[in-house]
């Protein structure tokens, strides 16, 4: 077909496009909203002398209220939070106590019975198997707890109200409204979180939304938040009070993660990322009760399942690394210990150590395992008792054995508050940096998103540790 | 009454149940490509779940499909692959998913596009469904949620608007399989070409516009005389849409 | 190194302060190096042509020395360039006033085209406010090829006009005449719609923007005299000084055109109100005005207050069976009658 008569035709539509002017779009939705309301007066009859109590609108009145809408928000954070731990607790040890008590000795012995080399052993058992073992066991009972209650909230309609609730947060600091509902999903899996900003339409927006998420406290790493918190903040506590202590400190490090988006969002708003906030509107749609065992099902099998296969497949080359570094030598001190060593000054000003430090270098991969790792290689470098050997992860059975094995790596209170700061602020686990890279398609800013939280953590936990130790 | 209708047809000579197999994710050597496009929260992916037997993910927040789904069934021995489309208010605008969904209404070349409307909220939905009309002459209205329409007292007269739109329309409450059946029997009538749609064309457009619409569709006409849509193209072009002058250029549309 | 958190403190916050002023941004010492290089010869010929062709467009003559006035540069760079142009054929003078040739008129049209374009660009697809458009648009003009431009131009349905109402050339260099006389010349009662708000000097033009004066409203004169002028928009009375007036171009329209006396602003609608929607004002462009209309915002659709925020902002409006949350902002683009 010859070209020359396309170009006629555009030619044409052009000229026609200037006649017609600026108002063609909206001549042309309001021509189709009449034909609609035409049609709509011919075939829909809506009773009204049976107009019902409308329930939907008494709901939206009590969670969007100025008196009730945001104790409500922070009630329902603090009752899935505190289902999620106390619910987890015990699938956990049970499973806990299968793979690592049971499974992980059977394996060892059938190495042995068929005399498998030793580094094969450590390298594949001790090192890839129990890496994978503890994500699963640390992982996979709060997020099948967390997620089919989040998916309950999601379904029933109540994360849109999250939004209009919070949404002049967001203007304030030149987010996108939406945001709001991307943060959310967050709490669950900051890779889900950033794929779901694919709601937000604006590019600008959507970047701000895109690096701060991993400012929302995920599943991999409120697991030690929670554990920290029991063993070193609610132990100053009086012990009636210690649970509800440690829980609070969890929610103030969630809230505070909040803070820092909000910081975040509005310095990059007011930089890197300048431009105004762009439109923004959100349909509340009506509230449906959600199917109570069908939402179960798939938010196990959509989310739970996938976020945990995504967070073994990059535990297992931690661990193994793990493993490696424990037991390769140079000299006479291993590689772990070298470099804890190295790291131990940087350490010390960040109020941390170079345990912890090493521990979030190896645990770029999945954050679920740094306690573990943390209490290794405090075993190999203080040389006490109760470790299952070199590059071997464990965890206690009790948090009091726990407590014991960090007090004797020389940890204070400021080394576990700066440890759940530094848990709050680091880079974003290697799933999350991969999504980031995905949807962004630039190196520069899935760089920028990854290292800007590690700052930010250093100067933060700097701070803290330099004025804890001028006033204490 | 819904639960009459539907054992109703279960029964009936039109619906062979047994001739209907969900697919799930496998949709290889289909026989026909059905879209499934509509406003966001009228339960699309419900829908969408129910004729594939797949358990995609149904949040009740407005866009949370983001990726495009796909699916498929069997029915009387033709297979069906189901193309799930983002949720969109209309067809008219730049952002990234009504793109997707435009484009795959018009350059896909569904078979059969399934319009999924909220009844509680058919004038706001009438907006996405006459611009589809405008696109495709086979689709059929799934006028989904009519459990909370009936709990809202609003009465809609199907046989009026399926004349009015000039396509078939089946009332479903997805979420409890109702109005399923009818739904999969009338897309394999359209998709065989035993029910033929003569859709509703958009009227109540200022003179001016008709005119240039008009004029640009007859110029399109005489140099592509098998363009179902060339009204539709008109819009695009005085919309001044880069990609439909692209895929004017290259032919993609013919 | 003895160890002292005090010292440590003191320590950062030195460098954090150095890194400040380094880097902070715009005035940062690093932003204001990189642009001092980037000021290069391309830049200031090409300003210097565009001067040059506002100054022949509006019929002022201009000579080397108001030329350094107006163009931020280094006068011995822009001497420099002022000879070079002339060999190169870009310009010529006659007597002590430059002059545009034609292929100089040729190349100021295209940074003009690229200039406008930009602008329309910012407005219909960013959120950048309408005081960064002008600075920005300063900025690509020096950057985007001729391709690229033209690719620009189709993804914006080759516009025909600014956001300001300022023509933008074609490829062709074809130039549109705005319609319309400037407002003081406008007698009382005079319906007329604006087609042109003039962005520069720049103190008028702000005071333009505060006072939500906007492109394409339609106005009605109401008084005019030599201390000022009076006239209703959207809703609201605007009072301007003649010479501020002077800055917005109208083009009266001659049909009687029914102006609604009570519109008001959705924004301004208050809980338990009803009211029916007349439009949306021209002031809410490009894709956002796309979303309202598909959202039901359109002529005669019936409006209310469904919730309002804990926070004040955003309400959430009841349109066409369904509970939509907008901004304040973008509620005030929206007109109402109320019932």
């Known amino acids: 077909m010859s070209n020359k008569n396309i170009d006629h035709i555009l030619e044409l539509s052009n000229e026609l496009r200037w006649q017609i002017g600026d108002d063609f779009h909206d001549n042309l939705t309001e021509g189709i909203y009449a034909d609609a309301a035409q049609i709509v007066s011919d075939t829909v009859q809506v009773d009204d002398s049976k107009k019902r109590f409308r329930l939907d609108r008494q709901i939206d009145k009590i969670v969007t209220s100025k008196t009730f809408g945001f104790p409500i928000m922070f009630l329902i954070l603090a009752t899935v939070l505190w289902l999620t731990i106390i619910g987890a607790n015990y699938p956990s040890s049970l499973l806990a106590q299968l793979l690592l008590d049971n499974i992980h000795p059977a394996l060892k012995s059938f190495a042995a019975s068929i005399s498998m080399p030793w580094w094969l052993d450590g390298f594949l058992i001790d090192g890839v198997y129990l890496a994978v073992a503890w994500v699963i066991a640390v992982m996979l009972p709060p997020m099948a707890i967390f997620f089919p209650m989040f998916t309950l909230l999601e379904d029933f309609g109540y994360l849109p109200r999250v939004a209009f609730n919070l949404d002049n947060l967001f203007r304030k600091s030149g987010a996108h409204g939406k945001q709001a509902l991307t943060m959310t999903m967050g709490f669950g899996c900051n890779a889900a979180g950033i794929v779901a900003t694919r709601i937000i339409d604006s590019p600008r927006e959507r970047l701000i939304a895109i690096i701060t998420n991993n400012f929302s406290l995920c599943n991999g790493r409120w697991p030690t938040q929670i554990l920290i918190a029991t063993i070193f903040i609610g132990a100053v506590a009086p012990s009636a009070f210690s649970s509800l202590i440690s829980l609070l400190a969890v929610i103030g490090i969630a809230v505070l993660g909040m803070a820092f988006m909000f910081g975040t969002s509005w310095a990059l708003s007011k930089t890197v990322l300048k431009g105004q906030v762009s439109t923004f509107n959100l349909e509340l749609p009506p509230y449906r009760p959600p199917r109570f065992w069908k939402t179960i099902y798939t938010s196990l099998i959509d989310r739970t399942l996938i976020v945990l296969w995504r967070a073994i497949v990059f535990a297992a080359p931690a661990g193994a690394v793990i493993w490696l570094i424990s037991n390769i030598y140079i000299g006479n001190e291993s590689v772990a210990a070298w470099t804890i060593h190295s790291l131990d000054g940087f350490g010390f000003l960040l109020g941390l150590n170079g345990v912890i430090l090493l521990a979030y270098i190896v645990a770029i991969p999945a954050n679920e395992i740094v306690i573990p790792t943390i209490l290794m290689l405090t075993v190999l470098v203080t040389g006490i008792d109760g470790g299952a050997g070199a590059g071997v992860m464990f965890e206690l059975d009790s948090a009091n054995a726990t407590a014991d094995v960090l007090k004797a790596g020389g940890w204070t209170l400021l080394t576990a508050i700066n440890l759940m700061l530094f848990s709050l602020l680091h880079n974003p686990c290697s799933t999350t940096i991969y999504t980031i890279y995905k949807e962004t398609k630039s190196a520069k800013w899935t760089a920028f998103a990854s290292i800007m939280p590690v700052i930010l953590g250093f100067i933060v936990t700097f701070l803290v540790a330099q004025i804890w130790r001028i006033i204490f | ?254 | 190194m003895n160890y002292n958190p005090t010292y440590a403190l003191v320590l950062f916050f030195i460098i954090a302060g150095i890194l400040y002023v380094v880097f902070r941004p715009t005035k940062g010492w690093f932003w204001i190096i990189k642009n001092n290089f980037r000021s290069n010869e391309k830049v200031v010929i090409e300003d210097v042509l565009k001067q040059l062709y506002h100054f022949e467009s509006s019929g002022n003559k201009v000579d080397t020395k108001t030329l350094v006035q107006v163009l931020n540069f280094n006068n011995n760079q822009i001497i420099e360039v002022v000879k070079k142009m002339t060999i190169n054929d870009l310009i010529y003078f006659e007597k002590d006033v430059l002059k545009l040739t034609d292929a100089g008129r040729e190349y100021a049209l295209r940074i003009v085209r690229i200039h406008r374009l930009w602008e329309r660009y910012l407005a219909d697809k960013t959120g950048f406010s309408k005081e960064e458009w002008h600075d920005r648009a300063e900025m690509m003009e020096h950057k985007l090829s001729h391709d690229e431009t033209n690719s620009l131009a189709a993804h914006l349905g080759n516009p025909k006009f600014d956001p300001h109402g300022d023509p933008i050339p074609t490829i062709t260099g074809k130039v549109a005449k705005v319609n319309g006389v400037e407002l003081p010349l406008l007698a009382v009662n005079t319906v007329g719609r604006i087609t042109h708000i003039e962005d520069e000097p720049e103190i008028i033009y702000k005071q333009i923007l505060a006072e939500n004066i906007h492109m394409g409203s339609l106005i009605r004169v109401i008084e005019n005299n030599a201390t000022r002028i009076v006239f209703l928009s959207e809703g609201e009375e605007f009072r301007l000084a003649p010479i501020v007036a002077a800055n917005l171009t109208v083009a009266p329209i001659e049909k009687e055109v029914f102006i609604e006396d009570n519109i008001a602003r959705l924004s301004s609608l208050k809980e338990e109100e009803t009211a029916k929607i007349i439009g949306i004002s021209k002031e809410s462009r490009g894709e956002s005005r796309r979303r309202l209309l598909d959202l039901g915002f359109v002529k005669g659709a019936n409006i209310k207050i469904d919730l309002t925020n804990p926070l004040g902002d955003p309400n959430a409006y009841l349109i066409k069976g369904t509970s939509i949350a907008l901004r304040k902002d973008q509620a005030a683009k929206i007109l109402i009658k109320k019932d």
């Not at chain 2, 350059?107 to 009309?133: C, H, M, S, W, Y």
């Not at chain 2, 409450?173 to 064309?201: D, M, W, Y």
């Open chain 2, 1 to 254: 009454m819904d639960t009459k209708v539907k054992s109703a047809c279960e029964t009936c000579a039109h619906f062979n149940a047994d001739g209907l197999k969900k697919l799930g994710i496998s949709t290889e050597n289909v026989d026909f490509v059905i879209a499934l496009a509509g406003n966001p929260n009228t339960g699309k992916s419900t829908v969408f779940n129910s004729l594939t037997g797949l358990r995609q993910h149904t949040g009740n927040w407005p866009g949370k499909t983001v990726t495009r789904a796909e699916g498929g069934f069997e029915y009387n021995k033709q297979k069906f692959k189901l193309v799930d489309l983002p949720g969109t208010y209309s067809l008219l605008s730049t952002s990234e998913d009504e793109a997707a969904a435009r484009d795959f209404i018009l350059f896909g070349k569904p078979d059969v596009t399934v319009i999924v409307a909220d009844a509680n909220r058919l004038e706001r939905n009438l907006n996405l469904v006459l611009q589809i009309l405008e696109i495709t002459d086979k689709a059929v209205l799934c006028l989904n949620l009519m459990d909370e329409a009936k709990r809202n007292h609003i009465m809609i007269d199907e046989r009026t608007l399926a004349r009015d739109l000039g396509i078939p329309v089946v009332p479903t409450s997805a979420r409890f399989g109702q109005g399923i059946p009818e739904l999969i029997h009338t897309i394999s009538e359209i998709a065989n070409g035993n029910i033929v749609c003569k859709p509703h064309r958009i009227k109540n457009v200022p003179s001016n516009i008709e005119n240039a619409v008009k004029t640009l569709s007859s110029e399109i006409e005489k140099e592509f005389p098998n363009v179902p849509n060339s009204r539709w193209i008109a819009f695009r072009l005085l919309e001044g849409d880069t990609r439909i002058i692209n895929a004017l250029k290259s032919g993609e549309l013919v």
